[in-house]
C-alpha cells in the first residue's frame, strides 16, 4: 500500500495491489532477472496476469516492486536500478510481511 494526495478532492487515498499480482510479480521477477544482477523495470514490464490473462497493470507492478524494495526483497542500487535478493529470500520476506499486514475495510 503507498498513500498518495488527490488534488481534486483535497485528500489522501490509498494504492493497494492484490495478493495475487504481488505474487505473480515476484514470480516473474524471479523467473525473469538473475540473482544479485542489477534491473530496471523496464526489463521487467510488462508482467503476465497469469490468472485474468492479459498484464498487470504498470502502476501495481511498479507499486509492488516500492514495497519489494520497502521490506528488503529487493535493493535500490540507483535512481531506477534495483537489484534482487535470493529467491527464497523473497518469498520468504513477502510471505512474513504480507501476513503482518493488517486488513483496512474500504
Not at 500500500?1 to 505474487?23: C, F, L, N, T
Not at 514470480?27 to 496476469?49: A, C, S, W, Y
Request: no cysteine; hydrophobic share 40%; aromatic share 10%.
Amino acid at each position: 500500500m503507498k498513500v498518495g494526495w488527490s488534488k481534486k478532492k483535497r485528500k489522501e487515498y490509498e494504492h493497494r495491489a492484490p495478493q495475487r499480482i504481488v505474487e505473480a510479480f515476484v514470480r516473474h521477477l524471479t523467473n525473469t532477472i538473475k540473482i544479485g544482477r542489477t534491473f530496471t523495470m523496464e526489463q521487467i514490464l510488462p508482467v503476465p496476469d497469469l490468472v485474468n490473462g492479459g498484464e498487470i497493470p504498470a502502476y501495481q507492478s511498479y507499486l509492488t516492486l516500492a514495497w519489494l524494495n520497502e521490506i528488503g526483497a529487493v535493493v535500490k542500487k540507483g535512481r531506477h536500478i534495483y537489484s534482487a535478493k535470493e529467491e527464497t529470500q523473497i518469498y520468504n520476506a513477502v510471505l512474513l510481511s504480507w501476513n503482518s499486514l493488517s486488513v483496512r475495510s474500504k
